[in-house]
C-alpha cells in the first residue's frame, strides 16, 4: 500500500517571528527561506504581508527565490489582507494565501464582537474571494481547539465548499490533551461530508508542553499536514518543533506509518541558523537538536556507547546533522570513557598510569563541572613528572 506523506509547512518566518525578541531583517529572513527548502519544507509561511511594508517586500523576495516549497503569505477574513497576500506571493512557483479567522465563541464574542452567523459568512466570502486570485487556499478556524465541534465542523465543511484545499486546526493557545486533540481531528473526518476534498492541517502551540504530542495524535488520526517551526520558536511558549516531528516519524515508521520530505541531516545546521539569526537560544537538553542530545556524561551510559551506540541512542546523530555523539567527561564518567579519551589524545599509557590519572580525574571532577581535554593532558603530564 502507497505510504501517506506528512506535508511539513514551517511557520518559522511567521509564527516563530512572533517569538518575543526573535525578529529579522529581510536578509536574515531571505536566509532562513532557503535553508528551509534546502531542508526540504513543502510550505515556506513566508509572513504576514499586510502586518508591515517591511514584511510584505520580504514575502515578494522569498516567493521570488524560492523554487522548490510552496510559499504561503498569511491574512485575515478580509480582502485587504487577501489582495496583500496574494500581492507578495502571486510570484512564487508555488503561491499559497493563508486565510485565518477565529471560531470559538471565546474569539467570536470577546475578540471579533460577531455571531457565529457572521463568521460563517465571513469565512466564506474571504475564501471565495482568495480562490479567485489563487488555486491554493488554506483556512484556519483560529482557537479550534476551543470551538464548538458542531460549529467547526460547519465551518469545515463551508470553507471547503468556497475552495479551500488545505483546512488548519489550531490549537492556539496549547489547551488540548493528546488524545482529545487526536479525537477531534477524527471527529472531523467522520463528520464532514467532504473532507475528502481537502488536506487536514494542524497547527499546535506549545502552552502545557503538548504542541509535538498534539500534532503527532492528529496524525495518527488523519491530518497530514502539520505546522511547526524550527527549535519551536513562536507565540509564548511557541509552536510543534519541526525536528522533533521529523524524527519522531523517522524513528518510528511502523508506529507512524507515514513518510516526509525533510532532509534530516540538515536539521542541525537549521536549528544553528535560525537561533543565530533570532537571538533565541536553543535549550541544552531540547530534543533533537539541544547541546545534551547526544552527550553522555555518565560511566555506565558512556560505557554502553563505547561498546554500541544503540544501547543509549535511539536516532543516529548523523541522521540530524550532528557529526558524532560526545561523551561529556564528569564526575558520573567511568574508567572506560576516561581511559578512550586518553587514546583518542595520543597517548599510549600502562595500566598503573591509567589507573593512577584515573584517581586524580576524579577528584578533580569532584571540584569541577566538566573536564575539558586541558585538563586531561595536564593531569598525564603531571603524573608522569610525579614518576
Ligand atoms: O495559532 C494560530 O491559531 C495561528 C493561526 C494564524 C493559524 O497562528
Ligand atoms: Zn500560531
Redesign the pocket.
Given at each position: 500500500m502507497k505510504q501517506d506523506k506528512i506535508i511539513f509547512f514551517d511557520?518559522t518566518l511567521?509564527?516563530g517571528e512572533?517569538s518575543p525578541g526573535a525578529s529579522m531583517n529581510f536578509q536574515e529572513k531571505l536566509l532562513v527561506a532557503k535553508q528551509l527548502e534546502t531542508l526540504g519544507v513543502d510550505v515556506i509561511e513566508a509572513g504576514f504581508p499586510i502586518s508591515s511594508p517591511g514584511d510584505f517586500e520580504s514575502v515578494k523576495a522569498i516567493a521570488k527565490a524560492v523554487k522548490k516549497s510552496s510559499v504561503a503569505g498569511?491574512a485575515r477574513a478580509s480582502e485587504k489582507d487577501i489582495k496583500a497576500a496574494w500581492d507578495a506571493v502571486k510570484y512564487a512557483k508555488k503561491p499559497r494565501i493563508?486565510i485565518?479567522l477565529?471560531t470559538s465563541d471565546l474569539h467570536i464574542e470577546k475578540k471579533l464582537q460577531k455571531t457565529r452567523a457572521q463568521i460563517l459568512e465571513m469565512a466564506v466570502k474571504a475564501v471565495k474571494y482568495g480562490k479567485s486570485l489563487c488555486k491554493d487556499i488554506e483556512f484556519?478556524a483560529?482557537?479550534?481547539g476551543r470551538s464548538d465541534m458542531d460549529f467547526l465542523c460547519k465551518v469545515v465543511e463551508a470553507v471547503i465548499n468556497a475552495g479551500a484545499s488545505t483546512v488548519?486546526i489550531?490549537?492556539?493557545?496549547g489547551y488540548t490533551m493528546p488524545a482529545e486533540f487526536g479525537a477531534k481531528i477524527a471527529e472531523i473526518k467522520k463528520r464532514v461530508p467532504n473532507i475528502n476534498k481537502a488536506i487536514i492541517s494542524v497547527?499546535c502551540?506549545n502552552d502545557l508542553g503538548l504542541a509535538v504530542a498534539n500534532s503527532l495524535s492528529a496524525i495518527e488520526n488523519g491530518a497530514r499536514q502539520v505546522?511547526c517551526t524550527i527549535n519551536g520558536i513562536?507565540?509564548r511558549a511557541g509552536?510543534a518543533s519541526l525536528e522533533e516531528i521529523a524524527m519522531a516519524i523517522k524513528v518510528r515508521p511502523h508506529y507512524y506509518n507515514v513518510g516526509h520530505n525533510i532532509n534530516t541531516k540538515e536539521i542541525y545546521k537549521t536549528s544553528k541558523l535560525v537561533s543565530s539569526l533570532t537571538g533565541v537560544a536553543v535549550q541544552v537538553n531540547k530534543a533533537v537538536v539541544g547541546a545534551n542530545a547526544f552527550a553522555h556524561e555518565s560511566g555506565i551510559h558512556q560505557d554502553g556507547v563505547l561498546k554500541s551506540r544503540e544501547t543509549y541512542e535511539i536516532m543516529n546523530p548523523a541522521d540530524v546533522g550532528v557529526p558524532e555523539s560526545s561523551l561529556v567527561l564528569g564526575k558520573h564518567s567511568g574508567r572506560h570513557a576516561l581511559f578512550n579519551r586518553i587514546k583518542s589524545l595520543g597517548y599510549k599509557l600502562e595500566s598503573k598510569a591509567l589507573e593512577q590519572i584515573f584517581e586524580k580525574f576524579k577528584v578533580l571532577a569532584d571540584k569541577k563541572k566538566v573536564i575539558f581535554d586541558d585538563d586531561i593532558v595536564a593531569l598525564i603530564e603531571e603524573d608522569a613528572a610525579s614518576e
Open positions: 511557520t511567521r509564527d512572533q498569511l493563508h485565518f477565529a484556519s483560529e482557537d479550534a488548519n489550531p490549537d492556539t493557545v497547527h502551540h505546522e513562536g507565540e509552536n
